[in-house]
């Protein structure tokens, strides 16, 4: 089970932090990552990490403004959103699934219940 935390009503250019805590699973053997939908669009992937929190990958738009890591000690992956825009605006999900770094929504066999991060102008 993954519980995603963090959202909310943010200025632009301001941050955030998301959390997504793990439970029932092995959590350290699974990659985990990050998708968002944003109303009237597709779900799209965000970032990723592998297992062991070695390797990253991001999607373009994001790319030097978020960072996702993870604490396997405490079995939670974070994504912290820096310089967010009014384009972050999304519901953003927390996933789990035994990829390495996967960008198809289907590598992920686990989603947590998502979390609003709303960026206005």
């Known amino acids: 089970q993954l519980q995603a935390s963090g959202g909310g009503l943010v200025q632009a250019g301001g941050s955030l932090r998301l959390s997504c805590a793990a439970s029932?699973?092995?959590?350290?053997?699974?990659?985990m990552g990050w998708f968002r939908q944003a109303p009237g669009k597709e779900r799209e992937f965000v970032a990723a990490?592998?297992?062991?929190?070695?390797?990253?990958d991001y999607e373009d738009s994001v790319k030097g403004r978020f960072t996702v890591s993870r604490d396997n000690a405490k079995r939670t992956v974070y994504l912290q959103m820096n310089s967010l825009k009014p384009e972050d605006t999304a519901i953003y999900y927390c996933?789990?699934?035994?990829?390495?770094?996967?960008?198809?929504?289907?590598?992920?066999?686990?989603w947590g219940q998502g979390t609003l991060v709303t960026v206005s102008s």
């Open positions: 996933v789990a699934g035994t990829v390495g770094l996967g960008r198809r929504s289907d590598e992920y066999a686990y």
């Open positions: 029932g699973r092995t959590f350290s053997i699974y990659g």
């Open positions: 990490i592998t297992w062991s929190g070695t390797s990253t």
